[in-house]
């Protein structure tokens, strides 16, 4: 019997062996399988069909923006006027966020658009969809159609001319997903005015203990119950628009925990609770307040009534009160305040650090390549350096190429500031000149499946504490113990891959391969179980072994 044993192990042994390298070529294909479906499957065509009507959809986002719609519409037509046979439609919408849902809605269908103005954050959520969106890293390179390609009608930029720091922006995980389209950070927008008023001065960037300080003398009030700073009921010294933005960058500048590559979150800690009990603070005496609860900082600076607005390089035009795009009343603005820009306040002055942001382009994979192509190439379009001048134009954003930044016409632009509070405003131009300035101290955050989650998460924590303190909460260990298991719960955070402050791990249905892997591999074991088992029963048969 043993002897049996013995042979039936040295049987399995071979068995084995031949099984793992069965084992190992399927793996060699399916390497990665476990997220692998984000790779589209497509093969740069070797020419590109210019006879063949083509249709395809570009979904936009403008801020009710008269000339960015214009600037969308004329790259439509100069790029159909080079490719006769192409017809791009496009719709446009006022948030990213809407396009994101409509993406994500239009997947489930099989009916995306061709090119969507997005963010990473979301790309990273449309690639959990088979075969969605379109890899660049081949395109990117291909001699006549990729980047500065030899058979594009147009000139467009190289790889030479996109600017790194940018460019990975649009890399998820090992692969590029995304290009560049126009790049902001955020900025602090000051009324100098008040601020000396009330015996401070503005130095080049401020600090957070600053902010505060200034903040709180501001709300000193007279005997009829208005502010001694603007005679006025009203005043909010401090508003922050993207508080997901705001909390963001405050851990950043400590070197504190958010979230790392892999996807785990590191939001909910030490300097976090710190955070909000100091945002906590000046709620309680509503020297602070954010868009979501009090509206667009711009509306407060301009009528006189905040000191400090944090609001994105893009939305410099309406700040100020000779904004050209003002929201309000022109009775109610304040004439003959002086709104200076600085960087975001900082915690280290001697090391700014601010957020990169700003939107992408995403290419959807098709199953006409021609169609695919068509759609690379009017992403690349909209890289050329009439459109990404025009578009930067229009507010505080900067092109993404080196080579729209160097243009002659581009430098002409910027040197004119104040020429009027139109093409020229000064605060928009001044906006710009900060982000070109400090580009090297920006910084993105990582991005995975579930990064627009912790982002929301970020956000919400102030949003949440800010309102607590204002319904008179207490603001304590239990309340932020509460709080971080909400948000957690509320965002799902535990069930994104890496996990949530916990450590869980969820990594999802596996993919169709891994699926197919693990099926061979148990059946080639049932296989090399039946085979010994068969091989030892006949050789006891025949030797009448018992």
């Not at 711009?298 to 100020?320: E, H, P, R, Y």
């Amino acid at each position: 019997m043993m002897k049996y044993i013995k042979d039936a192990f040295r049987t399995i042994k071979k068995k084995a062996v031949a099984a793992l390298l069965l084992v190992s070529v399927g793996a060699a294909f399916l390497t990665g399988c476990h997220g692998s479906k984000e790779m589209a499957d497509f093969t740069v065509p070797d020419s590109f069909d210019t006879t063949k009507p083509i249709e395809i959809v570009f979904w936009a986002k403008n801020d009710t923006n008269a000339r960015q719609t214009a600037i969308y519409e004329k790259a439509v037509e100069d790029f159909e006027a080079l490719y006769p046979n192409v017809t791009v439609t496009i719709r446009l919408y006022n948030d990213y966020g809407k396009i994101y849902n409509d993406v994500i809605t239009n997947i489930a269908t099989g009916t995306t658009p061709n090119i969507c103005i997005t963010y990473p954050d979301h790309i990273a959520t449309y690639l959990t969809s088979e075969n969605q969106v379109l890899c660049l890293d081949d395109i990117m390179y291909d001699e006549k159609y990729g980047l500065g390609g030899s058979e594009l009608k147009y000139e467009g930029p190289s790889r030479a001319d996109m600017i790194d720091k940018y460019l990975n922006e649009g890399r998820i995980g090992e692969h590029y997903y995304a290009l560049p389209y126009m790049r902001s950070t955020e900025a602090l927008y000051i009324n100098k005015t008040y601020v000396e008023k009330l015996g401070y001065d503005v130095p080049d960037v401020v600090t957070w203990d600053y902010i505060w300080e200034v903040s709180e003398a501001a709300m000193k009030k007279d005997a009829d119950d208005n502010f001694v700073i603007n005679g006025q009921n009203v005043m909010i010294p401090f508003i922050y628009k993207s508080t997901d933005n705001m909390m963001i960058q405050m851990l950043r500048q400590q070197n504190a925990g958010y979230s790392t590559a892999s996807g785990e979150v590191l939001l909910f800690n030490d300097n976090t609770r710190e955070i909000l009990e100091e945002i906590s603070k000046h709620s309680a005496t509503k020297a602070f307040s954010t868009f979501k609860i009090s509206s667009y900082p711009a509306n407060f600076l301009n009528a006189g009534q905040c000191i400090f607005a944090v609001d994105s390089t893009a939305g410099s035009t309406w700040m100020g009160p000779d904004a050209p795009l003002s929201d309000i009343c022109s009775d109610d603005i304040i004439s003959g305040i002086e709104v200076v820009v600085r960087p975001i306040p900082q915690f280290d002055v001697s090391n700014p650090v601010m957020i990169s942001q700003g939107p992408s382009i995403c290419v959807f994979n098709k199953a006409d390549p021609q169609e695919v192509l068509a759609s690379w190439m009017f992403a690349q379009f909209l890289l050329t350096d009439e459109v990404q001048i025009a578009y930067a134009e229009t507010e505080g954003y900067i092109p993404v190429t080196s080579k729209a930044q160097n243009n002659a016409e581009y430098t002409d632009y910027l040197s004119r500031s104040g020429e009027d509070n139109d093409t020229y405003y000064s605060i928009k131009i001044e906006t710009t000149r900060l982000l070109l300035n400090n580009i090297d101290n920006t910084f993105v955050t990582p991005v995975f499946n579930g990064s627009a989650s912790v982002r929301d998460a970020a956000g919400q924590l102030i949003e949440k504490t800010v309102t607590s303190t204002r319904r008179k909460q207490a603001i304590d260990d239990a309340y932020f113990d509460e709080l971080y298991d909400s948000i957690e719960s509320l965002y799902r955070l535990d069930q994104i891959e890496g996990g949530g402050r916990d450590g869980a791990v969820d990594l999802g249905p596996l993919p169709t391969g891994a699926k197919a892997l693990l099926i061979t591999i148990a059946v080639v074991w049932c296989g090399i179980i039946i085979y010994v088992g068969r091989d030892y029963f006949s050789k006891r048969k025949k030797t009448g072994n018992r």
